[in-house]
Every structure is written in structure tokens, then in C-alpha cells.
């Protein structure tokens, strides 16, 4: 996985409560075993106009967030079933960063797990970021090590990470990158097994 030491992004405000996995994802697109082509089917209902155009009312397609690699997402994200895809599909297209007040459990861990930095922020400051990025574009700065956010004018925030999931992040390593720290002794447990 990319390395998250410090990310400077523009963002995508996605004001939307409870967007669970299926939206992120729809299930149709779900028939890939590789983890990467899915992010031109993110949030593909919302997107995509039944003609194929994009949709110009949703809130991706608004110019101020052309090339954004930070979300800015409401209550809840994440929600439905487990699949994994949803953090696959995110990341590919072009997320590395998401901010809300609240995840669903099982997407929470996903994102860790895929390189994707997932900040749990109180509302009502999830809620200015929203609305400092809703008519322009924005920028954040969110740097892992100090565990804060900026935005340049006057923003300023810390958040809370877990430090197992926080040094995966920072290393650029997943758990089968942790489990092969240990491949001398494991080795050895196999020769002496």
C-alpha cells in the first residue's frame, strides 16, 4: 500500500446520511477480483444520469471537486453489508482520506486495511468543513504522525487514530506486510513443528 505520512487534498463534500456500501458500490460491478477498476462505478446511480451522462446535480460531478482525494461525508458512512469493494472502489478513484462523524464498524476497519486514513471529527466541525467546501474548491492538510487536520484559513483539528492502525497507515503496510515482519520465525516455527 501508498504510504500516508502527510496528505494535502482538495475535497468533495457528500452531505448525504447513512450512504451504506451498495450506494458506494452498486452490486452490479461487484463481479471483479481485482482490486482496482472500480472507481469509475463509484457512487454510479448517483453519478450517472440512465442516459450515461454524468448527472450534474451530484455532488462528485460539481466542479470545486474535480480531482478531490479527500471526502467530506455525513453520519454513518459506510453502512450495509461488509463488502470490501467499497473501500476498493473509493481508493481507486482517488481517495486517501475520508472525514465524518460517524462510520459503520465494518467499513471503518476496511479502509485502514486498503490504505484509506478514516478520521472520526464531531459534527459540528465535520459540518464547517462541509461548508467551507461546498461552493469551492478546498484544500485540506491532514498529517498522520501529529494526528491534525488544516485548511489553510484557520482550521485547525486534532483527531484520534488507534496506533496499531496508525503505523499501517504511516508504513504503507497491511496485515499481510505486519505477519511477513515476522517470516524468520515463522520459519523456524515451521522447522521446529
Avoid at 461548508?131 to 501529529?146: A, F, W
Wanted: negative net charge.
Amino acid at each position: 500500500m501508498e504510504p500516508i505520512v502527510t496528505h494535502t487534498g482538495n475535497t468533495a463534500v457528500l452531505p448525504r446520511v447513512n450512504v451504506d456500501t451498495d450506494q458506494i458500490i452498486p452490486k452490479q460491478f461487484l463481479k471483479r477480483v481485482e482490486r482496482t477498476g472500480f472507481g469509475q462505478f463509484l457512487f454510479f446511480d448517483w453519478r450517472f444520469l440512465a442516459d450515461g451522462r454524468d448527472n450534474p446535480e451530484f455532488e462528485l460531478n460539481q466542479p470545486q471537486a474535480a480531482g478531490a482525494t479527500i471526502l467530506i461525508a455525513d453520519h454513518n458512512f459506510g453502512s450495509g453489508s461488509s463488502r470490501e469493494h467499497a473501500p476498493w472502489a473509493l481508493q481507486d478513484y482517488g481517495f486517501r482520506v475520508i472525514i465524518a462523524p460517524s462510520f459503520a464498524d465494518i467499513f471503518y476497519n476496511n479502509c485502514f486495511k486498503n490504505g484509506i486514513l478514516p478520521i472520526r471529527l464531531e459534527e459540528e466541525k465535520v459540518y464547517k468543513l462541509m461548508e467551507n467546501g461546498k461552493d469551492k474548491k478546498y484544500e485540506i492538510t491532514v498529517d498522520l504522525p501529529k494526528q491534525t487536520m488544516t485548511d489553510g484559513e484557520g482550521f485547525e483539528e486534532t483527531f484520534a487514530i488507534d496506533e496499531y492502525y496508525k503505523e499501517m497507515l504511516i508504513n504503507g503496510w497491511d496485515e499481510i506486510s505486519i505477519t511477513l515482519q515476522y517470516e524468520d520465525k515463522i520459519d523456524q516455527f515451521e522447522k521446529n513443528a
